[in-house]
Structure formats: C-alpha cells, structure tokens
C-alpha cells in the first residue's frame, strides 16, 4: 500500500516560490490501477516523482508498506526503487543496446549473472507480446513496440509499483489501447499496482478502478472512476468529463438553460432519447456538444443540452432523463 500524507513541494525560482503541491493525501491500496489527472501544471509529474523519490517532498511523507520514503538514504532508497519502477511518455530506452540488452540492464546493474539476465528478459519479451524482437534495435521499432520493451524493462526486477507518466501520450489511439490492456493484464496476472500518471480522461475510464483529479497542486476530488465519470463535483473533474462543455455553453442563447448528461453504462435504447423526450414531453433541445460510445450494448459518454429557459420545462427536462437507469443529469449555470 502506497500512503501519501500532508504531502507539499516547493520549488524556488528567478520570480520567487512556486507550490507545485499542496497538502495532497491519497491511499493506493495493493493491486489498484490508479489514476491521478489534471490539466498541464496541475502537479502530475511532480507528484509521481516524489512518489519514487525522484523529488524529495518539501514537507510530508510517502509510506510504501509502512516504510517512510523520505527517510531513507540514497542507497536505501537505490534498493526500494527496484519495487518501484517507472515508465515514461519518451520510452527512454538504450538506443545503441538490443531490446534484449535494454531488458537486462536493471538486472546487471542489480549484479544479476548475465545467463540468469538473459533468461529473464526473454520471459518479459514473452510477457509483452515481442519474444521476435531480442535482437531488435529500438529504432527499428514503432512506437507501441518499444513502450512494450520499456514496460518489459521495468518489470525484471519485479516491482510491486509500476508508475506510468504519461506513458500513452506520444502514441494513437489504437496503439493506446493495446499498450493499456497490456497493463491491465500486468496488473491482473502479476498482481502489481499501478498508478497511471494522464491528461487524459479516456484513459483513466478505460483502466483505472480509482483516480485522484489535481488542479493546481491540490486534490480536488477523489474516489471510485465510475463515481466520479458519473456525478462529478468539483469544476476540474467537470471539465475533464466533458472537455468541450465550457466552450459549448458560451454558445448557446443566453435565454437558453443547460444541461449535462452523463451515460454510465446506460442500455441502448431503440430509439434517440433526445428525440423520444421531444415527442413526450415537447421539449425541444439543442444538442451543443457530445461525446457517446456504445460497447456492448450500453452507452458511455457525456452529453451538453440546451433547453428553452422555462423552470417547469427544465425540471421536466431533468426528471425525464435522470429517470433512465445509469444516467446522470444536472443543470450547469457555470458559464465561465
């Protein structure tokens, strides 16, 4: 377990302090893939770099088991990092060495004999789906090829933490996948934590049971996924469930309301509900912004309204589609 306490960091530059972190407090249970977000500046990297001790915090703590991070010397801290390895958005792979010889570096450096070494690596390039390309060179891969050679890497000195910063970010979103449902099997088969560092909110839906959302250094909300993709709560969760809602809204009529509806696994109906609710309740509804997709018959995905502004035809409005099992209405009057 991974208990991050009061934790805060400061750093000082040409135009005076700057408090990248402020009092952040997050519990990672065993065998969580866990998501923190935020918007660029929020505090991510930072964050994930104290966790490992990269950044030593300014005040507060990090326990990993009870053990706290911060005590520990350099070459404590050298011997915990084998349990808490990372993988980066630029791969950061030995380019001059093999996928191989990428895979066995932690472990020589780890004073592990070269045939045990080796024998390892070719378990891990098993493991991430590349056992052809041993004798690769990293340039000769794409890019999801050598995120999986990265992610190989970090596995051979069996970490109980796997931190991904931004690792899906430089790749398409087909490749995204493949490397998170790589991930997701890791997690599974292996049982290792994982805390996924992201802007992206797509990516904390897909994989993660529990997310942290930063907003200028702090935690704002926190809690189960599918809680907050469905009823957030504070305006930085909002604005990353649904990205394109604030520029919507400055769109529509002033005499107009709005709505946001969140689908969290709503069944598919057979006809649109938009247009279902216009034919009963003669409400007429201007769709500003959506977001939908539909996987295995349930609809996921954000929805932003206009409605004409009358209160009795927008309480209406938000009975008719809250009354639909796993969807989530509110009325927004932050036009900011």
Do not use: W
Not at 152 to 177: F, G, I
Not at 194 to 199: D, E, L, P
């Amino acid at each position: 377990m991974i208990e991050i306490k009061n934790l805060s960091k400061t750093f000082r530059t040409n135009d005076g302090l700057v408090e990248a972190l402020r009092n952040v407090n997050i519990t990672i249970q065993d065998g969580d893939i866990y998501g923190i977000i935020g918007m660029s500046g929020a505090g991510k990297s930072t964050l994930v770099r104290c966790i490992n001790m990269l950044e030593r915090p300014t005040s507060g703590q990090v326990l990993l088991d009870g053990q706290d991070m911060g005590a520990l010397s350099e070459k404590e801290l050298r011997y915990v990092r084998r349990n808490v390895t990372m993988i980066f958005q630029g791969f950061n792979l030995l380019m001059q060495r093999t996928c191989l010889g990428n895979i066995c570096f932690p472990l020589e450096l780890s004073g592990v004999k070269k045939a045990d070494a080796k024998k390892r690596a070719i378990e891990l390039l098993e493991i991430v789906g590349l056992p052809d390309k041993a004798n690769a060179y990293p340039a000769q891969l794409s890019g999801g090829q050598q995120q999986r050679i990265a992610i190989a890497r970090a596995l051979a000195t069996n970490p109980k933490v796997l931190l991904c910063d931004e690792a899906t970010s430089a790749l398409d979103p087909k490749t995204t996948h493949s490397i998170l449902e790589l991930i997701r099997d890791i997690n599974q088969k292996l049982g290792i934590t994982v805390i996924i560092i992201t802007h992206q909110m797509s990516v904390v839906e897909e994989i993660c049971n529990r997310v942290a959302i930063l907003d200028d250094g702090t935690v704002v909300e926190e809690g189960a996924v599918s809680n907050i993709f469905s009823n957030p709560q504070s305006m930085a969760a909002k604005r990353l469930v649904f990205p394109d809602g604030t520029d919507a809204m400055q769109d529509y009529s002033k005499d107009g309301r709005c709505i946001r509806i969140v689908f969290n696994g709503a069944a598919a109906a057979g006809s649109p509900l938009i247009s279902k609710m216009a034919i009963e309740k003669q409400v007429v509804a201007n769709i500003l912004a959506a977001s939908t997709k539909t996987i295995g018959g349930k609809v996921y995905g954000n929805m932003l309204l206009s409605v004409p502004n009358d209160e009795k035809k927008l309480q209406e409005t938000l009975a008719y589609l809250g009354a639909v099992p796993d969807v989530f209405t509110e009325e927004v009057v932050d036009r900011d």
